[in-house]
């Protein structure tokens, strides 16, 4: 449980300027509540969500820019981290449906995150929205639940043009 534990306390964020700070358990509890809203039905979805950053407790939290920039590097990173869950008896098995409605849940957490940094000022996280929103607008997103994404978006896109 330590070690459980621990992966939860790793900071996100530590590339980007923030007023907030962000741990990987408070991200992750945010996913699964995104989970619980959108697919109320889907348990599993809302364990993986809790434990789909764990095993950054080995690795830290690796900025997103770094991954895009090399994808050998990233699919070792997931390799190690996957490992990681593995050993903390915390990896879930998901369906593709349920992988690709993780990785929306994940992009729409980031999403809320740069919401809350951008009302409180931070104009930097302008970018972060703007690459989670292009990141659930891509055709490439398997998922079938467009409507529900769009009814939980739009709101964050009242925000942070408000706050433009």
Known sequence: MKKIRAGGKVKRWHTVTTIQQQTVAEHSWGVAMICRKLWPEDKVL???ALCHDLGEGLTGDVPW???QANF???KHLD???GDEQ???GCSVLLTSQQKSRLKVAD???MICFAVEEIELGNKNMQEVFNRGLRFIDNPYMTTTDEQAIFEFTKPLV???SASS
């Open 79 to 81: 390799e190690i981290e």
């Open 107 to 109: 992009m729409l957490e």
């Open 72 to 74: 050998v590097f990233k």
């Open 158 to 160: 009242e925000k942070a």
């Open 86 to 88: 593995e050993r903390l």
């Open 65 to 67: 820019p770094v991954k």
């Open 46 to 48: 809302m364990e993986a």
